[in-house]
């Protein structure tokens, strides 16, 4: 964004409009990519097993997909950003233990408690974002030293043994059921509809596209960058809370290493659905997509037999592959740096 594209009053001129069309096109191609090849993952799944590609197996994968499509929302706001999350495995865990802990299955009127471990979870994100804005912590540096903080906080909390059981609220939300469907397919379609309302068509989804892609512009245009810069790691930090609940509710428990196996997926599915690791460029249906390919992929997996370690290969890969095919623009942007 630069001046000559933006006006005032906030209207984009005809060249803006023109970069704007084409970023859309280019995202739009990836979301529709996405889903098609999820749609042949599932058809062509009966031809490896006759239970496989059935209602139910569709009904599943939702299921399963929840938790990604949910943890891939706030990675995929930071990614938008220009920067990383890898405390959220962390984060999910504070969020379920401190759910068992808290709430428990015993006490179903301290519901209202999981909005205080909500906020618990959005302060770890506050805390990495004063760390990267006003320390000038890279994110992945930040980040992580977080996530090491909170993990080695919850050992000694737990003293190595999480302890109580799911709230009734996470079990009701994971376990029920409504309109013939499960209540997680009915909250992912809802929380969709919201996420893509918030990001693609809301002013702060606006402030966030123009901090990913020139920050010095945005501020320049009189967008609040430091707020934009603040917000993906708070609402990151909540959504893997949130996160952690629902896998309390779905698994009746907690543990130490329940968020372990949802990092890497979690930005696989945001690049797999074509937004761009440098920022600036992406949408949360495509990241839905890639979420949804990703857990559709995994339950072939498991169903045919193969090691939970070929999930994890195959995820590296199409990070590796998505960043390959970013080289021209990563190249670009550091030839800018330079200059």
Do not use: H
């Not at 600036?280 to 995994?298: D, H, N, Q, Y």
């Not at 095919?325 to 740096?337: H, V």
């Amino acid at each position: 964004m630069t001046m000559a594209d933006e006006t005032p009053g906030g209207r984009f001129t005809q060249g803006g409009d023109t970069r704007r069309s084409a970023r859309i096109s280019r995202e739009t191609i990836s979301t529709v990519t996405v889903a098609v090849l999820c749609v042949a993952l599932l058809l062509g799944a009966r031809f490896i097993s006759p239970s496989l590609g059935s209602w139910s197996q569709v009904e599943t994968v939702l299921v399963l997909g929840s938790f990604l499509v949910v943890l891939s929302f706030g990675q995929g706001l930071v990614i938008l950003t220009g920067g990383l999350d890898l405390s959220l495995p962390a984060v999910m865990t504070l969020g379920g233990i401190l759910a068992t802990n808290w709430v428990g299955a015993t006490d179903p009127s301290a519901w209202y408690l999981l909005v205080m471990v909500l906020a618990i979870c959005g302060g770890v994100g506050l805390i990495s974002a004063i760390g990267i804005i006003w320390l000038a912590v890279p994110p992945f540096i930040m980040t992580l030293a977080m996530s090491i903080i909170t993990s080695s906080a919850l050992l000694g909390y737990t003293r190595g043994t999480p302890r109580g059981g799911a709230p009734e609220a996470a079990t009701a939300l994971m376990k029920g059921a409504a309109f013939g469907l499960p209540m997680p397919v009915l909250f992912v379609i809802a929380f969709v509809l919201l996420g893509w309302l918030f990001q693609s068509r809301s002013v702060w989804g606006r402030y966030l596209y123009a901090v990913g892609t020139n920050v010095e512009a945005a501020r320049i245009a009189g967008v609040p960058v430091v707020a934009a810069q603040t917000l993906p790691y708070v609402v990151s930090a909540i959504c893997a809370g949130f996160v952690g609940i629902m896998l309390v509710g779905y698994s009746n428990g907690a543990t130490l290493r329940m968020g372990d196996n949802y990092l890497l997926p979690s930005i696989a599915a945001v690049v797999i659905g074509g937004s761009s690791i440098l920022g600036g460029r992406g949408t949360f249906l495509g990241t839905v997509g890639g979420a949804i390919l990703l857990t559709t992929l995994g339950t072939i997996i498991s169903a045919i037999g193969l090691e939970f370690g070929l999930r994890t290969i195959i995820e590296g890969s199409i990070v590796l592959i998505a960043l390959l095919l970013l080289r021209e623009e990563l190249f670009q942007k550091l030839g800018s740096l330079w200059r």
